[in-house]
């Protein structure tokens, strides 16, 4: 496993514990179609979260939500239309959210997106 393979797999990791300690239900984890990969779908209260995990050591290349550029949330958004088709997904709320971790200090944007 490559040294990048490697802190994605831990930051996920990270980023799931997180979330189950906040009261999430983990449904998938690299949920991946051809329109590209979510890393966590999850469920709290009446909403299905859509969560991008980013990883950096520092800030010498910005904050790791700045590289959930629109590009990428486009990759997202098609990925999610394909998740709630699979699953007959009806009223239920939706939203996007960006898991952080910079230093190993977590935050959760939630709405990260639309």
Known sequence: MS??????YLAEKMANDFLLKKGYNILFTNYQT???EID??????TYICFI????????SK???R???????QEKIKNTAILYI??????????????IEILNNNVTHIKNAFQ
């Open 85 to 98: 088709a699979e699953n007959n997904l009806q009223n239920v709320d939706f939203r996007f959210d960006v």
């Open 40 to 45: 966590i779908i999850a469920k709290k209260d």
């Open 34 to 36: 051809r329109y590209g």
């Open 3 to 8: 040294d990048n393979k490697k802190k994605g």
């Open 52 to 59: 991008e995990v980013k990883y950096r050591r520092n800030i």
């Open 66 to 72: 700045e590289s959930v550029n629109f590009k990428k």
């Open 62 to 64: 910005g904050y790791p």
